[in-house]
Every structure is written in C-alpha cells, then in structure tokens.
C-alpha cells in the first residue's frame, strides 16, 4: 500500500488557469508537507500544516494555497498559474512537526505550465 | 540566512568507498537529514543525525559536527544502483527544513 500518495503525476496546463495536486497519507501522520523541486533540483519547502496550523514559507506566492479537509489529507490549490510555476510538487508527511521525525515523500507531480 | 553546500557531482567506482560532504548554516538547528533522490523519482531518508559524531546503518553511515557546521555520508561497497542524488537537509527552528541542492552521484563499474 502506497503510504504517501499523489494525484495527478502529470498535469499540462495553460497560464492563467487554476489547478489542484491532491496528496493523502495513511501513515496515521499528524504533520504534511507541501515541497517544490525546481529545473535545477533544488527542494524548497512551501508549508507545513500540523494540527490546523499552518507554517508558510514567506517566499511562497499568495496563489498557492493548501487545502486540509483532514488530517491524513493536504492539497495544493494554485491560483492563475505561471511559466514559473512548472516544477515537480512533492507532499511529505511525518509523525511529529519536528525533531527526530522523518519526513516521507510522495511520489511527486509533475506541473508543466504552457 | 540559509545556506546549504554539496558538491554537485561526484564519480565513483563500483565496489568502492565515497564520502559526500555537506556545510550548513542555518537558523537554529533541530537535526540534519540525508535524503537518495532517484531520477524521476521521489526523495527517500537514509539516515538522521543530531549529536555530533558518526551514526551507521549498513553501508551507509553519516557524520555530524555541529561546531563546524559539517556534515558528510559515507558509502562503502559501492553498487550501481547507488547512483542517484544525495540531498542533505537541515531541520531549523519554527519548522523550517533546507535542503541542500543535492549531489550527482555516477557510480561506474
């Protein structure tokens, strides 16, 4: 059974539209995780929500925004996409926010904005 | 700021020994991570450290040292599956996790 899942592995669209990546855990998590990994491999964290609070990373747009309808669910909602938005999104989840925990990664989509 | 380095690529034989190395400097520090990313495939954790000195688990163990900021894996026995990137993270405060911009790792045989 996959333990961290995404949908969809692909997604093609046009600049200007709204799309969402939608990720679950049954892990049992209480934290997740919302990563971008750009053309050059570089892995940035985006949020992390634990517990209905949610840590953004300042340099993320206010186009993005993360959905959690509950805990073993987090999806990305990307509002009026960019060329600068093509990227591979990944979702983690962990046990705990923070410490010895290990994050563990779904298996990434990839978002080509045309 | 935030600033995480690791040699881009390295090359390796098969059945050899390779040491990646990885220098941080980071708001606080909660622990430090060493991630195999695959080509086109997702990060997975390799191992995890937070006191200083050498954790090990299998052919692979992972060094820290927290006063240098410094921190390297190792991997023994080399095998071609071994190939892929190596990406060091560091944990800060307020749940802030860097990665580093990761390793190429060729193993030939």
């Known amino acids: 059974d996959t333990a961290v899942s995404q949908t969809p592995k692909y997604l093609v669209t046009q600049m200007g539209n709204d799309k969402s990546i939608k990720c679950e855990q049954n892990l049992g998590h209480d934290t997740m995780y919302w990563y971008k990994q750009d053309s050059k491999k570089f892995l940035k964290i985006m949020f992390s929500y634990n517990n209905k609070e949610l840590i953004i990373n300042e340099t993320v747009p206010n186009r993005f925004s993360p959905k959690s309808p509950d805990k073993a669910h987090l999806n990305l909602h990307i509002n009026s996409l960019e060329l600068g938005d093509s990227a591979v999104y990944f979702c983690a989840s962990s046990p705990q926010r923070g410490g010895v925990d290990t994050q563990y990664f779904g298996p990434g989509t990839r978002l080509t904005v045309l | 700021g935030q600033n995480i380095d690791q040699p881009t690529e390295m090359t390796a034989t098969e059945g050899a020994i390779v040491q990646i190395n990885c220098t941080y400097q980071t708001s606080g520090f909660n622990g430090l991570f060493w991630y195999q990313q695959h080509a086109g495939e997702a990060p997975t954790f390799l191992s995890y450290?937070?006191?200083?000195g050498l954790e090990e688990k299998g052919r692979f163990s992972s060094f820290l040292s927290r006063s240098k900021g410094y921190s390297y894996l190792l991997l023994k026995e080399l095998q071609m599956k071994d190939s892929a990137s190596y990406l060091c993270?560091?944990?800060?405060?307020?749940?802030?996790?860097?990665f580093g911009p990761g390793t190429r790792l060729s193993v030939l045989p």
């Open positions: 993270a560091v944990e800060g405060y307020g749940q802030n996790f860097v």
């Open positions: 450290n937070v006191l200083d």
